[in-house]
């Protein structure tokens, strides 16, 4: 419990690139989709449902997105450790099962602080923004369906930082073989977050992909839950046609979504025990590009 803690408040709560990188530049964005985005809009029809799914989009970005700016400094702190994991596990208590699950629960633990946050102001920005720019709703109408999507939608989010924890060892061990190249081999998720996100937002992905990718399954898992709808959709765009009526982009069921990510989390934690168990001291300054 003491290196959980120590994630948690020292290396992430008290960290201030993470608040900056995570808190407020998902909120300046927020603000940003609620002032300037929503202007001159053409959703005549649904506005409710239209101005929810607008809503989900957002909080689903912000939710995402978090987990890949605080894997940096893990990634930092995991590559630095090389000479003292080792030790620990030969000599000490140090189970690689339990160092593994120390990440994924601190992972899951500040996201989830980041993200009720972030909604908490989130909402209330975004129904500003919309009734600034002519499209009238209450702030109920951006809360999710129901109190079950509330606690689906938190349980997705707790689901990708999970999934990222564990692309994260992966990514430890690419980090290990380049050592001089962490800086950017440390941004990998993220640039494939905005990547795949953006591919998802302008785009439509096919069926088959959804459960087999999960940077877009839980994206659309996430905002089809905040929603109540049924399905994951494979588009995230909201669409509109000339009359002004919002278009339903077609889905894949939700339990497929969450078998793919689950199936990635087992093999990626398999993966990582056996990364852990044959960690190879690192000199810092290596690390650093001094030798």
């Known amino acids: 419990m003491g290196f959980i803690r120590y994630l948690v408040l020292r ?14 530049f998902s ?20 506005v409710i449902d239209a101005a929810k799914q607008y809503m989900a989009d957002w909080l689903t970005f912000a939710s995402v997105y978090m987990p890949t700016g ?41 996201t989830l602080i980041l993200a009720a946050i972030v909604i908490a102001m989130a909402i209330p920005i975004m129904w500003s923004g919309l009734n600034y720019n002519g499209v009238h709703v209450s702030v109920g109408s951006l809360l999710p369906a129901s109190a079950v999507d509330a606690l689906g939608f ?13 692309l994260m060892f992966l990514v430890f061990l690419l980090a290990l073989r380049l050592p001089k190249h962490i800086t950017r081999i440390a941004f990998i998720p993220m640039y494939l977050f905005f990547i795949f996100y953006f591919l998802y937002l302008y785009g439509s992905i ?8 999960p940077f877009v399954g839980l994206l659309g898992l996430m ?43 087992i093999i990626l934690a398999a993966l990582s025990v056996l990364i852990i168990n044959n960690i190879k001291y690192k000199p810092p300054e290596l690390i650093r590009g001094e030798i």
């Open 206 to 213: 096919p069926k088959a992909a959804m459960p087999l990718v």
């Open 11 to 24: 290396a992430s709560l008290a960290n201030k690139n993470v608040w900056y990188w995570g808190v407020f």
């Open 27 to 46: 909120l300046f964005w927020i603000i940003l989709a609620a002032y300037i985005f929503t202007r001159g809009g053409n959703i005549q029809y649904g």
């Open 70 to 110: 605080l894997m940096v400094g893990y990634l930092y702190m995991l590559v630095y450790s090389t000479g003292a994991i080792p030790y620990f596990i030969r000599f000490g208590r140090l189970k690689p099962l339990k160092y593994l699950a120390s990440y994924y629960i601190a992972m899951v633990a500040v």
């Open 223 to 265: 905002v089809s839950t905040y929603t109540g709808s049924n399905g994951v959709p494979t588009e995230l765009m909201i669409n509109s046609n000339s009359n002004g009526y919002f278009i339903a982009p077609s889905t894949v069921p939700a339990w497929q979504v969450v078998a793919g990510t689950l199936a990635w989390v």
């Open 154 to 166: 938190v349980g997705v989010i707790a689901l990708n930082a999970v999934f990222m924890a564990a």
